[in-house]
T-cell receptor
Framework: GQNIDQPTEMTATEGAIVQINCTYQTSGFNGLFWYQQHAGEAPTFLSYNVLDGLEEKGRFSSFLSRSKGYSYLLLKELQMKDSASYLCAVRPSGGYQKVTFGIGTKLQVIP | NAGVTQTPKFRVLKTGQSMTLLCAQDMNHEYMYWYRQDPGMGLRLIHYSVGEGTTAKGEVPDGYNVSRLKKQNFLLGLESAAPSQTSVYFC???????????FGPGTRLTVT
């Protein structure tokens, strides 16, 4: 099975940089997703990592270390609209469709 | 394109009543999923489908049934609703299991 840990809540200041961590234990790993979910809305895809290293997409970057079972999402130049929950999700190596989601990290951006 | 749509958006049921949630996607995706999201818990997979006419159980399938008679539609049924099924239900679709999922806006269901 999968076990995913991420902080429940974080607060950061507008314009700053914030790093949201995710650790996982899994019997088989194929890839890791990050989704953003604003309150009362649907999750939307942010990034996907399958190999070790950093993937950069504009203000958002995601890092993966398969050997350590660790990922982080880095948000730069924070904006008020970045206030949302950020969901870490792991895809197993067997049964690709059974993605397991973490509980999400609720990020509050303050002025 | 509308993407993934869900109906209804809100529903209140009494214990023992039945209902069907409809999910539709216009992206020609093969894979479709039903999740529930509860406070303090991650999205949990109820059932999924890898193509028209196929369905399979996810992590929490008990009390739910699904059907995928048409590629674009995925229905979730509750035969006899229970208060434990009070939740927000999300439908999602993907091109394949290797790609990201696109989520519908959700259905907020309350069972009293």
């Amino acid at each position: 099975g999968q076990n995913i840990d991420q902080p429940t809540e974080m607060t950061a200041t507008e314009g700053a940089i914030v790093q949201i961590n995710c650790t996982y234990q899994t019997s088989g790993f194929n890839g890791l997703f990050w989704y953003q979910q604003h309150a009362g809305e649907a999750p939307t895809f942010l990034s996907y990592n399958v190999l070790d290293g950093l993937e950069e997409k504009g203000r958002f970057s995601s890092f993966l270390s398969r050997s350590k079972g660790y990922s982080y999402l880095l948000l730069k130049e924070l904006q008020m609209k970045d206030s949302a929950s950020y969901l870490c999700a792991v895809r197993p190596s067997g049964g690709y469709q059974k993605v397991t989601f973490g509980i999400g990290t609720k990020l509050q951006v303050i002025p | 394109n509308a993407g993934v749509t869900q109906t209804p958006k809100f529903r209140v049921l009494k214990t023992g009543q039945s209902m069907t949630l409809l999910c539709a996607q216009d992206m020609n995706h093969e894979y479709m999923y039903w999740y529930r999201q509860d406070p303090g818990m991650g999205l949990r997979l109820i059932h999924y489908s890898v193509g028209e006419g196929t369905t399979a159980k996810g992590e929490v399938p008990d009390g739910y049934n699904v059907s995928r008679l048409k590629k674009q539609n995925f229905l979730l049924g509750l035969e006899s609703a229970a208060p434990s099924q009070t939740s927000v239900y999300f439908c999602a679709s993907s091109y394949s299991a290797l790609y990201e999922q696109y989520f519908g806006p959700g259905t907020r269901l309350t069972v009293t």
